[in-house]
């Protein structure tokens, strides 16, 4: 079966430190990523997303970046965080599209708090 | 583009009773699919309930069920005897087969099962 599993599961970091988020899918191939943002009490963000090695795809402009420098691997970065950085970030994965693969699944989740 | 519309922040419902959440969205296709997903406390993402647009009948699992009107763009969930481990914050979300691969989410329902 697919697992799915991110961390670090909480950080707190300074302003203006970096961050990366790592997130890795198992038992599965070529699978699209995604990154997401939820502020306190809201819904979801799309942040970025990933259809294979390599390829990006941005939503909102913002002072995050991703990588995905493996099949099954989602990295989630930033130069210099900002105090609104701070919030629930979510890994999640799909089958590709034309697999049948519509149903998103979602990681454990990393609480960042920007001080 | 796509939209989804939960117009219900915040609900309770007394143990054992019945209660719906409502979901409307917005699309131009007319092959995609709908969820509601329920975040616990534990701010774990959990598939409840999923529908296929070009499937007439409503889904169901279990205690959940849900009302698709395909004509006036609305997915409601019904939660039948309520525990008190269905409080949650409780998020609609739509995607389909073009659109960027993307999953979009309701601002969620924050539902609260009085005992």
């Known amino acids: 079966s697919q697992t799915i599993h991110q961390w670090p599961a909480t950080l707190v970091q300074p302003v203006g430190s970096p961050l990366s988020l790592e997130c890795t899918v198992e038992g599965t191939s070529n699978p699209n990523l995604y990154w997401y943002r939820q502020a306190a009490g809201r819904g979801l963000q799309l942040l970025f997303y990933s259809v294979g090695i390599g390829q990006i795809s941005s939503e909102v402009p913002q002072n995050l970046s991703a990588s995905r420098p493996q099949d099954r691997q989602f990295i989630l970065s930033s130069k210099k965080l900002l105090l609104s950085d701070s919030g629930f970030y979510l890994c999640a994965w799909t089958i590709p599209r034309g697999y049948g693969g519509n149903t998103i699944y979602f990681g454990e989740g990393s609480w960042l708090t920007v001080v | 583009a796509q939209t989804v519309t939960q117009s219900q922040p915040e609900m309770s419902v007394q143990e054992a009773e019945t209660v719906t959440l409502s979901c409307t969205y917005d699309?131009?296709?007319?092959?995609?699919?709908l969820f509601w997903y329920k975040q616990p406390p534990s701010r774990q993402m959990i598939l409840v309930i999923r529908q296929e647009a070009y499937k007439q009948q409503n889904a169901t699992e279990n205690r959940f069920s849900v009302n698709f009107q395909k004509a006036a763009k609305s997915f409601s969930l019904k939660i039948s005897d309520s525990q008190l481990g269905d409080t949650a914050m409780y998020f609609c979300a739509f995607t389909s087969n073009t659109g960027g691969f993307k999953t979009i989410f309701g601002a969620g329902t924050r539902l609260f099962v009085k005992a």
């Open positions: 699309t131009s296709e007319s092959n995609y699919y």
